[in-house]
């Protein structure tokens, strides 16, 4: 059971990773990143095949970073017109691409095969017990770091520009805030970001596969930040444990219901999910919690 | 107007009450505690169809062991999970079953994807992992001995096709996929069989999701095949063979029979499909094994999945039973000597096996999906196989060879 929470916190991690990534681009710009899942992918083949290649781990996580980075910008670059409905689709057009590719370059990415044997560090030393807990720890820190580091910038004079780009591009661009800029920078944080949770999932797993990139993670992720606030980064960070606590304790529901079917139990499962969603878009549209907005500072009156 | 109220103290209340939930019946630990089994079956995404049949055949077989006394005298789990065809979801699923309710085998793995992710977690966990998925690394894997696969390999299944394309008088054979782990090999070893009979292949990989073929059947037309080979999943297959249809191809077509299956069939109108081959690693049809399994769980022509976890389940009960102990790593080495012993008696289920066992004779399992003899490396070392061919909208089995 303990091994069980310490991998179900550990991917917690991971997920929170997502989400801040997915809270600053979306809760702070505006903008609708359906491709989080090809971000992901990005991070976790890069650090994943540089390590295999010989690279010590440090550098090839902070190489995914860059890679993942690298890859926003591009994303960006290309999606820089576009606004709403627009950008998301091509975003989630982004991450099928990436897919593809894993799927089709057999070359690098060892195609539907996957890349297995990813290095891990220090497991032969730990043992697979000990290593576990390292590697929540790792985990733990790393997603505290950027927690709080995006909790500064949200509060900063940066993330106040940001909220403004949210809520009316042209008042900003009028303001003399350079939009592009601001955007280009915030989507390449973002995606190094979930690069990074990438790398440190295939570390973890040792084993990536185009498979392991569906949609549905950044369905999930979507779900976290939408539960938990969206906006504000301790929104994203609790959302993201939520979910995959929820996920994983409607496992224990088949066992309540024993006249089901196993096929039933587990549509079951999914309906949660779906139902789980609606339940706090209806209950509490904001999230759990919700971005604070502090109100404009009232005008000073002469005497 | 009502408003609701829904504090963050409820909510998380509620969570961590659900989470609990999974706490309680684990905490009772019994000295003849039941032994636990796990199925690791695809219950929802493109493995859908399968995975509930597979866990009933599990069910079954256990319900049936269960009822006559278990295995060393304590009853037998089946704790059942969802992989949701997808690796990232099968991990999660494989930790509970390992972690939490500590299954000493997990059994039904279908997608190759999952197999290969979930592996590592067996074999370092030492749990006997039992899978149908077909792709070749899978045994090739660091993995101690913990892997056993029912599913004949990519490199035998590929041979079987191009020597079955043979038999057809094939010149230009046209090989269509989607992007699996088996797509190369079974490409490669098709060729093979064609090369050696003078004639000469090409092959398409295509996106198994896509609404439309049209731009891949005018390739494979701008070719001219005389025999195409579908290597698809029912649903891309269902899309691809009505545009074969609209295109007027005359030629032979051979697919997996899990994929131009009964259920494929109904589904489209009939002249798109009539006139197919399919292939299959035969579940013995004619075996004592595949009749007691059809009546069993009362479904007709079970699909080779369920033919192999029939058989897994009851060579792991057996292997329990020989070792006489219920942990993975013994489930590992007894496995063999109750699937191939020399001279053993002949068994079709584990309930005639377990006895058999008690009186300390050698037992020679016979499977439902064949005679489920393995190898070093965890293949099945011999499989038949079973053609097919479409006919007024039903298949009509042409030879088990």
């Keep these: 059971m303990l091994s069980y929470l310490i991998f179900t916190l550990t991917l917690g991690g991971i997920y929170a990773l997502l989400a801040l990534s997915l809270n600053l681009i979306w809760g702070g710009v505006g903008m609708v990143n359906l491709g989080l899942a090809g971000f992901f992918a990005v991070g976790a083949y890069a650090s994943a095949l540089v390590a295999l290649a010989g690279v010590p781990l440090p550098i090839a996580m902070l190489l995914a970073c860059l890679i993942g980075a690298a890859a926003g910008l591009l994303a960006t670059f290309a999606t820089i017109r576009l606004r709403g409905d627009y950008l998301a689709i091509v975003t989630l057009g982004f991450a099928e691409v990436v897919?593809?590719?894993?799927?089709?370059?057999?070359?690098?990415?060892?195609?539907?095969?996957?890349?297995?044997?990813?290095?891990?560090?220090?497991?032969?030393?730990l043992g697979v017990d000990g290593f576990n807990l390292l590697y929540l720890a790792l985990v733990s820190v790393?997603?505290?770091?950027?927690?709080?580091?995006?909790?500064?910038?949200?509060?900063?004079?940066?993330?106040?520009?940001?909220?403004?780009?949210?809520?009316?591009?042209?008042?900003?661009?009028?303001?003399?805030?350079?939009?592009?800029?601001?955007?280009?920078?915030?989507?390449?944080?973002?995606?190094?970001?979930?690069?990074?949770?990438?790398?440190?999932?295939?570390?973890?797993?040792?084993?990536?596969?185009?498979?392991h990139f569906q949609p549905l993670i950044t369905i999930y992720i979507f779900l976290a930040v939408t539960a938990g606030g969206v906006g504000r980064p301790v929104g994203a960070l609790a959302g993201a444990y939520l979910v995959v606590f929820f996920l994983e304790a409607t496992r224990f529901l088949g066992e309540l219901f024993t006249v089901l079917e196993p096929g039933q139990v587990a549509a079951i499962r999914e309906v949660l999910v779906g139902l789980a969603l609606l339940c706090v878009l209806h209950l509490r549209p904001q999230g759990i919690l919700p971005e604070r907005i502090a109100p404009a500072p009232k005008p000073e009156t002469s005497v | 107007m009502s408003s609701f109220t829904f504090s963050r103290r409820g909510f998380m209340g509620g969570v961590a009450g659900l989470a609990a939930t999974g706490l309680v019946p684990h905490t009772v630990m019994a000295q003849d505690s039941p032994i636990k089994i796990g199925a690791l079956t695809p219950l929802t995404g493109s493995g859908g169809p399968y995975g509930p049949v597979m866990v009933k055949a599990i069910k079954a077989v256990a319900g049936e062991v269960n009822k006559a006394g278990g295995v060393l005298g304590r009853q037998i789990e089946?704790?059942?999970?969802?992989d949701q065809t997808n690796p990232e979801a099968g991990v999660r699923a494989a930790r509970k079953l390992v972690d939490v309710d500590r299954v000493s085998a997990i059994l039904g793995t279908w997608a190759s994807s999952v197999t290969t992710a979930v592996a590592p977690i067996c074999w370092e966990s030492g749990t006997l992992l039992a899978t149908v998925s077909g792709a070749d690394a899978i045994t090739a894997l660091p993995h101690q001995g913990y892997i056993i696969r029912t599913q004949p390999t990519t490199i035998l299944q590929g041979r079987k096709f191009g020597e079955f394309a043979v038999e057809q008088g094939v010149k230009k054979l046209f090989f269509f996929s989607p992007q699996t782990p088996f797509a190369e090999s079974q490409f490669s070893n098709i060729t093979k069989a064609v090369k050696a009979a003078g004639g000469e292949t090409k092959s398409l990989i295509y996106d198994d999701k896509k609404p439309s073929y049209r731009s891949e059947v005018d390739e494979m037309l701008a070719y001219g095949p005389d025999v195409i080979v579908l290597g698809g999943y029912a649903t891309d297959t269902a899309v691809l063979l009505k545009d074969i249809f609209r295109s007027g191809y005359e030629g032979k077509k051979i697919a997996f029979a899990y994929s131009v299956n009964q259920k494929l069939i109904d589904s489209v109108p009939a002249e798109i499909v009539e006139g197919i081959f399919t292939i299959a690693p035969s579940p013995a049809e004619s075996s004592s094994a595949y009749k007691r399994l059809v009546s069993l769980i009362d479904v007709q022509n079970p699909d080779p999945y369920t033919t192999q976890v029939y058989d897994q389940v009851n060579l792991?009960?057996?292997?329990?039973?020989?070792?006489?102990?219920?942990?993975?790593?013994?489930?590992?080495?007894?496995?063999?000597?109750?699937?191939?012993?020399?001279?053993?008696?002949?068994?079709?289920?584990?309930?005639?096996g377990l006895k058999l066992i008690a009186a300390g004779k050698p037992v020679n399992y016979q499977g439902a999906s064949g005679p489920c003899d393995f190898t070093a490396s965890g293949d099945i070392s011999d499989s038949q196989f079973r053609y097919e061919q479409v006919n007024g909208g039903k298949l009509k089995l042409l030879k088990i060879a």
Excluded: C
Aim: charged content about 20%; overall charge neutral.
């Design chain 1, 99 to 125: 897919r593809m590719v894993a799927l089709n370059e057999r070359w690098l990415t060892r195609g539907s095969d996957g890349v297995s044997g990813i290095p891990a560090p220090f497991r032969a030393e």
């Design chain 1, 142 to 211: 790393i997603v505290l770091g950027v927690f709080l580091t995006l909790r500064r910038l949200d509060l900063s004079p940066f993330g106040r520009v940001l909220k403004a780009i949210r809520e009316d591009q042209e008042l900003a661009t009028f303001a003399g805030k350079s939009v592009t800029r601001f955007k280009m920078q915030t989507f390449a944080l973002s995606a190094a970001i979930a690069g990074l949770a990438g790398a440190l999932y295939g570390h973890f797993q040792t084993y990536i596969s185009p498979d």
């Design chain 2, 78 to 82: 089946i704790i059942s999970e969802d």
């Design chain 2, 316 to 352: 792991v009960i057996m292997a329990i039973a020989k070792a006489g102990a219920a942990d993975g790593k013994s489930i590992r080495d007894a496995i063999r000597s109750v699937s191939q012993a020399e001279g053993g008696a002949v068994v079709d289920n584990a309930v005639e």
